[in-house]
């Protein structure tokens, strides 16, 4: 049905562009492959976004050819300008095909019109027609020609997820409980971690998109904006939570284990009486208010450190238990149905709710390097452009490396290697269709019968999502190479020429590969790995204290968010690094050590997060905080010394059993000196400061194990052949 939709979109707006007169029939053809989604709905949104774009993009080339007309290079400055911005702003955005299409359409206008302002004006309109009747003719084939009756909308995908969510609990559980034999307990928190991402970014997508498939998202947009915040939320507290069931299922031997059943069996009948509420269900019943589960009385005779580690599980499992009730009355507050709280405290104005990390000014190096290689490819194709005039493709030279460029940008990984192959026997196909079989069509019944034909098959061969790019390349490169018109015209060269220009992007992202910045993959996880060692040693060395908590300035919190943020977003790009590296540099074995080293990153994030934030929430008497910083500063310059050596030299770590027996004697000073600070009465073990305490000085022990755990799978990698020169 996703093919014979695209296909008979495509046949439609090429005939009514013909019976209409209009130029360039395949802009309306490049309107339909490039925003045909899987549910109408994206696809709308996404011919939106098109529109706007173009909309946006010609008229900022009309304001550039105002402001620099005759000034060739002031021109190309303001459009490499607004390109780097295009390129910053598409990464992690949600709305990134507004900036992509925005940003190389200032590009097209004053090229196709050879700077004509007159003709610039009637391009740019031309192409906002044919790029709404393509909009406008898919949305018409989709829901009047060819409805899916059987099609998943927001609300069935949200219920799915919410399926999922309960199965991942479960195993979740049975991990906990240490039992064995059952599939997925030992990677259930992986595959959790990598839902986060897709699922924040997918479901704010999908209410963005939904308003063509049920106005109910129109009227409680809102509404649905905050259920599936919470959504996230919960999946956030599970994901911390799997981090979290090696601390009670193996490193607290001094504690009885917690019970959790109760509690999960709560979350679960609430996760169920959600999915009723998806499935139109009008009353359910509300959340119950359940006892958290708790560990043995404190006293000063257990191991206080295993203490601490079990009380910071537990507010993990504090915010599941309050994500969950929030996320149904959310969901039922969305849905239109009273539902009350009958326990209370489930409100989403609690006032327990942690402060939001303050917005950040200081800029992702990452997206900055990303965005001057799409900047610096422009440049060279315009300079080829503009020194090489006789060079084959015109000014397809500027236009499809930048756009491939882009692209490159938001998915840097990108085997080109195959996309170049792909795209190169695209073309002969297409270039054949153009000078063997065209020229034999009499009429467009003809014309539209190959168009069909090709179309459903390319559509049906990579109907996927992951085969999206070589969808939009298989069919997109027919649309510009067969040039449909009223007065068609038929050239060997024009295929030859398109066949060369298309090697150019290439050859420009491999020497930008290169310079001014390494996008090689050894190169790139070295990079980011010594960002990210960067980033944690400034946190560790901005863990030093006063009695209160620290009071830190603006700039000083700018710098704080700035790392935290390298810490989270970090470990997933090493992971995209580490799984394109060639076997060269990293053999099959050590991938998987390498993205074991970004599991240890990502939990070294995680719980770097959470004592910087438990450090600022309590205040300790003068007394304790001289009898334990002398240990404390002790620690700390440990850690900042294993992150220095983790940093500048990953290859030659101290043994993991050397850190261990360094880290665990400072550990064990502290553990007495804290045991001496409760027996004397200073801080009382069940007060909240007592409490808060134990938990700090837990978290530093986590923080110190989970280190070493990364330092040991650093080891593990061949540093000598990752760094060894190939290219």
């Known amino acids: ?108 206008m004053p090229i196709y019109s050879s700077e004509n302002s007159a003709m610039a004006f009637e391009i740019v309109m031309l192409r906002l027609q044919e790029t709404i009747l393509g909009v406008l003719v898919y949305t018409f084939v989709a829901n009047v020609l060819f409805i899916d009756r059987q099609r998943s909308d927001f609300f069935h995908e949200l219920r799915d997820q919410i399926d999922r969510l309960k199965q991942t609990l479960t195993h979740l559980g049975v991990a906990y409980r240490g039992d064995t034999g059952v599939t997925g307990d030992d990677t259930g928190g992986v595959d959790l971690h990598r839902q986060v991402q897709a699922l924040h970014t997918g479901f704010h997508n999908r209410i963005d998109a939904g308003i063509i498939d049920s106005f109910e998202l129109v009227d409680r947009r809102a509404a649905w904006i905050r259920a599936i915040d919470e959504f996230v939320a919960f999946i956030d507290a599970l994901d911390k939570f799997s981090i979290d069931i090696r601390v009670f299922r193996d490193g607290l031997p001094s504690i009885s284990r917690p019970d959790i059943t109760p509690m999960l069996a709560e979350i679960q009948r609430r996760l169920t009486q959600t999915a009723m509420l998806l499935d139109n269900a009008t009353e359910v019943e509300p959340p119950q208010k359940i006892d958290l589960p708790g560990i043995d009385p404190m006293n000063v005779a257990g191991d206080l450190l295993d203490h601490g580690a079990a009380l910071i599980s537990l507010d993990v499992l504090s915010d599941i238990d309050r994500h969950s009730a929030r996320l149904l009355l959310a969901v039922a507050a969305a849905r239109g149905i009273p539902i009350k709280d009958i326990e209370g405290g489930f409100e989403h104005r609690d006032t327990e709710a942690k402060p939001a990390p303050p917005r950040f000014m200081i800029p992702d190096p990452e997206k900055l390097a990303l965005s001057l290689r799409t900047t610096t490819v422009f440049c060279l194709a315009f300079w080829i452009y503009i020194f090489v005039p006789d060079f084959p493709g015109g000014d397809s030279v500027v236009l499809l490396p930048t756009i491939i460029a882009m692209f490159m940008s938001m998915k840097p990984t990108t085997p080109t290697g195959l996309i170049q192959i792909v795209g190169t026997l695209v073309l002969v196909i297409a270039g054949i269709l153009h000078m063997v079989v065209m020229p034999k069509l009499s009429s467009y019944v003809g014309l539209s019968a190959v168009l069909l034909v090709y179309m459903f098959i390319g559509a049906y061969l990579f109907s996927k999502p992951v085969y999206a790019p070589l969808r939009f390349q298989a069919l997109g490169f027919v649309a510009l190479v067969l040039e449909i018109t009223n007065q068609q015209v038929y050239s060997f060269y024009y295929v030859a020429n398109i066949l060369i220009v298309y090697q150019m992007p290439y050859i420009l992202l491999w020497i930008t590969r290169s310079a001014p910045i390494s996008f090689w993959p050894e190169a790139a996880f070295q990079r980011l790995l010594r960002r990210y ?95 334990l910083h002398p240990t404390i500063r002790a620690w700390r310059d440990a850690l900042e010394k294993l992150s220095e050596d983790f940093r500048d030299a990953p290859a030659t770590l101290p043994a993991a059993s050397d850190l261990t027996t360094q880290l665990n004697k400072l550990l064990a000073q502290l553990g007495i000196m804290l045991r001496e600070t409760l027996e004397s009465g200073t801080e009382a073990p069940d007060s909240l400061t007592g409490r808060a305490l134990l938990r700090e000085l837990s978290a530093y022990r986590r923080l110190s194990e989970t280190l070493i755990g990364a330092s040991r799978q650093s080891m593990a990698l061949n540093w000598g052949r990752i760094r060894e020169a190939r290219f």
């Open 533 to 627: 060692m960067s980033s944690f040693r400034y946190l560790v060395e901005d863990l030093r204290r006063d009695p209160a908590p620290p009071k830190f300035g603006w700039w000083k919190r700018q710098l704080r968010a700035y790392h935290l943020r390298n810490l989270i977003k970090t470990p997933d790009r090493i992971a995209a690094w580490v799984a394109a590296m060639p076997a060269s540099a990293m053999s099959a074995d050590e991938k998987e050590h390498g993205q074991a080293l970004r599991l240890s990153l990502y939990e070294l994030s995680i719980q770097m997060s959470d004592l910087s934030r438990l450090r600022r929430e309590v205040s300790y008497s003068d007394d304790t905080f001289r009898h």
């Open 1 to 108: 049905l996703f093919a014979a939709r695209l296909a008979v979109a495509v046949v439609i707006a090429v005939g009514l562009s013909l019976a209409w007169a209009w130029d360039e029939p395949k802009w309306a053809m490049f309107a339909v492959i490039y925003c045909t989604l899987e549910s109408e709905g994206e696809s709308f949104h996404k011919g939106l976004m098109r529109i706007l774009a173009t909309f946006m993009g010609g008229a900022l080339s009309l304001v550039f050819m105002a402001l620099f007309n005759e000034q060739r290079w002031a021109f190309s400055a303001a459009v490499a300008c607004w390109i780097f911005l295009c390129s910053c702003m598409m990464q992690d955005n949600r709305r990134y095909y507004f900036w992509f299409v925005g940003g190389w359409l200032t590009i097209l």
